[in-house]
């Protein structure tokens, strides 16, 4: 069984930083891509950042501002969240495509990570 967990969401203030994590556990033969996403009240789902064999790939709105990055050792993959604006609450998940042990090659989702920016 394989499972994504997130964490590190939480409230923050206009300009501040956090830094989300997600943790890739289970009978895991190995991880291809890593992202991240995030869904605000009333939209749809948005790629924040992806991470593949080191190449990194971020959506517009985030350049400059986030930084994705990986462990490869510990299954985890980071976000790295600063100059936080109110326009970045939403839920935050992580996303990564693996290949179980067994098994052929699957799409997962962490269950996400509230992400609130305000005064």
């Known amino acids: 069984q394989v499972q994504l967990v997130e964490s590190g969401g939480g409230l923050v203030q206009p300009g501040g930083s956090l830094r989300l994590s997600c943790a890739a556990s289970?009978?895991?033969?190995?991880?291809?891509?890593m992202g991240w996403y995030r869904q605000a009240p009333g939209k749809q789902r948005e790629l924040v950042a992806t991470?593949?064999?080191?190449?990194?790939n971020y959506a517009d709105f985030v350049k400059g501002r986030f930084a994705i990055s990986r462990d490869n050792g510990k299954n985890m993959v980071y976000l790295q969240m600063n100059d936080l604006k109110p326009e970045d609450t939403a839920v935050y998940s992580c996303?990564?495509?693996?290949?179980?042990?067994?098994?052929?090659?699957?799409?997962?989702w962490g269950q996400g990570t509230q992400v609130t920016v305000s005064s």
């Open positions: 991470i593949t064999n080191g190449v990194t």
């Open positions: 289970g009978s895991i033969r190995t991880i291809s891509r």
């Open positions: 996303n990564a495509d693996i290949l179980p042990i067994g098994l052929g090659w699957r799409n997962y």
